[in-house]
């Protein structure tokens, strides 16, 4: 366990050593998660062990905001958590590419990254990642007040609830209704495509075949030339929680292959 | 080390992670659960996870412990369960030089 200081705010990483040697080949892989209630462990106890088992060492952070990292007033936009990202990988001396692994909102944030850095990108894997299009954040703003009211909505109520449990949902209805998240996701910038076409490094995205957002996944098909795309049947968007046996397969499958390529 | 001596770290780990103010209103002990009683959430047994790793080194597999079982042995989980699953790996991997 790390604690960092990077662009002015204190964030917590996990970083998972591999057990057998490192290959030169392996870039380091950094898991991004999703938006208000997600934190990393989504990842760690799902993707992330299994990766580092494999043999690649692994970055996994809390968003600013987020699980036990700092939860400052300001700087939600998706600007200010690729300036984030740039900032950790600094604090912790990872200056080559690395891979990314982005779920939701966290595959936004590597997309941005990519057309940010593209020299620190060595491939993506993109898993139910949205796509800051013109009018995703509105859709986003609404998706994150209705999770305000759910948490206020909630049957753990002030006086009945366990002490731990109640102050768990008051950090999320802190961060939606006390900070700059709405405005800065409304005030955030849509990605800019033509300089996402630039991008030429592997991508690989996964989708449920009912997720709300698969429009995204096709318009990402249109405009990545070395993009691979999986629609799981009979899924949603919360592939991460429902299918995590499933994913597993394909991400280390794909970690293999980029190993392969890597070392060749 | 003896099951005593695991409980008292693991004990202080946990006192670290839900805050010493919180754990006044407990008795922690071997029959005390995750969920019910600490309320830990995902994030905390992540750091209770990386603790228990610089503590004991990679014999105590935190993760693939928790996935050895199903969700709802999890949620029932007590700070018993967990020395147990210390001591057993150490008894397997030799005694702790501290």
Same mark, same amino acid.
């Given at each position: 366990?790390?604690?960092?200081?990077?662009?002015?705010? $204190?964030?917590?990483?996990?970083?998972?050593?591999?057990?057998?040697?490192?290959?030169?080949?392996?870039?380091?892989?950094?898991?991004?998660?999703?938006?208000?209630?997600?934190?990393?462990?989504?990842?760690?106890?799902?993707?992330?062990?299994?990766?580092?088992?494999?043999? +690649?060492?692994?970055?996994?952070?809390?968003?600013?905001?987020?699980?036990?990292?700092?939860?400052?007033?300001?700087?939600?936009?998706?600007?200010?958590?690729? *300036?984030?990202?740039?900032?950790?990988? =600094?604090?912790?001396?990872?200056?080559?590419?690395?891979?990314?692994?982005?779920?939701?909102? $966290?595959?936004?944030?590597?997309?941005?990254?990519?057309?940010?850095?593209?020299? /620190?990108?060595?491939?993506?894997?993109?898993?139910? *990642?949205?796509?800051?299009?013109?009018?995703?954040?509105?859709?986003?703003?609404?998706?994150?007040?209705?999770?305000?009211?759910?948490?206020?909505?909630? =049957?753990?109520?002030?006086?009945?609830?366990?002490?731990?449990?109640?102050?768990?949902?008051?950090?999320? =209805?802190?961060?939606?209704?006390?900070?700059?998240?709405?405005?800065?996701?409304? %005030?955030?910038?849509?990605?800019?495509?033509?300089?996402?076409?630039?991008? *030429?490094?592997?991508? /690989?995205?996964?989708?449920?075949?009912?997720?709300?957002?698969?429009?995204?996944?096709?318009?990402?098909?249109?405009?990545?030339?070395?993009?691979?795309?999986?629609?799981?049947?009979?899924?949603?968007?919360?592939?991460? +929680?429902?299918?995590?046996?499933?994913?597993?397969?394909?991400?280390? =499958?794909?970690?293999? %292959?980029?190993?392969?390529?890597? %070392?060749? | 080390?003896?099951?005593?001596?695991?409980? @008292?770290?693991?004990?202080?780990?946990?006192?670290?992670?839900?805050?010493?103010?919180? @754990?006044?209103?407990?008795?922690?002990?071997? &029959?005390?659960?995750?969920?019910?009683?600490?309320?830990?959430?995902?994030? &905390?047994?992540?750091?209770?996870?990386?603790?228990?790793?610089?503590?004991?080194?990679?014999?105590?597999?935190?993760? @693939?412990?928790?996935?050895?079982?199903?969700?709802?042995?999890?949620?029932?989980?007590?700070?018993?369960?967990?020395?147990?699953?210390?001591?057993?790996?150490?008894?397997?991997?030799? @005694?702790?030089?501290?």
């Amino acid at each position: 366990m790390t604690e960092v200081i990077a662009n002015g705010v $204190g964030f917590h990483i996990q970083r998972l050593l591999p057990r057998q040697e490192l290959s030169r080949s392996k870039r380091p892989v950094v898991f991004i998660h999703g938006l208000a209630i997600d934190n990393l462990s989504s990842f760690y106890y799902t993707l992330a062990n299994p990766v580092a088992h494999a043999g +690649s060492e692994v970055i996994l952070y809390d968003l600013r905001g987020h699980g036990l990292s700092e939860r400052p007033r300001t700087g939600y936009q998706i600007s200010d958590s690729v *300036a984030d990202l740039a900032a950790i990988l =600094d604090s912790l001396g990872v200056d080559g590419p690395v891979h990314l692994v982005g779920y939701s909102f $966290g595959g936004a944030i590597a997309l941005s990254f990519a057309v940010a850095y593209p020299d /620190r990108v060595t491939s993506m894997l993109l898993i139910e *990642a949205h796509v800051p299009v013109p009018g995703w954040a509105e859709q986003m703003a609404a998706r994150i007040r209705k999770i305000a009211l759910d948490v206020a909505g909630s =049957d753990v109520g002030r006086w009945i609830a366990p002490k731990r449990k109640h102050a768990r949902l008051a950090v999320v =209805d802190d961060l939606i209704n006390n900070t700059t998240l709405v405005t800065d996701l409304l %005030a955030s910038k849509p990605l800019p495509q033509q300089e996402l076409r630039m991008f *030429a490094r592997p991508v /690989r995205a996964v989708y449920g075949a009912h997720s709300d957002i698969l429009g995204h996944a096709h318009l990402l098909d249109s405009l990545l030339s070395e993009y691979t795309l999986t629609v799981l049947p009979g899924l949603d968007h919360w592939l991460l +929680s429902n299918a995590p046996q499933v994913l597993r397969g394909i991400v280390l =499958d794909w970690f293999a %292959a980029q190993a392969e390529v890597g %070392a060749r | 080390m003896t099951p005593d001596q695991i409980f @008292a770290e693991v004990r202080a780990m946990l006192i670290e992670i839900i805050g010493a103010e919180y @754990a006044l209103s407990l008795d922690i002990d071997m &029959e005390t659960s995750f969920d019910a009683d600490l309320e830990l959430e995902s994030i &905390e047994l992540v750091k209770l996870s990386a603790m228990l790793t610089e503590r004991y080194g990679d014999r105590v597999d935190f993760v @693939a412990f928790l996935a050895t079982k199903d969700l709802d042995e999890i949620i029932e989980m007590t700070v018993g369960d967990l020395v147990t699953h210390v001591a057993r790996c150490q008894a397997l991997t030799g @005694a702790l030089n501290d």
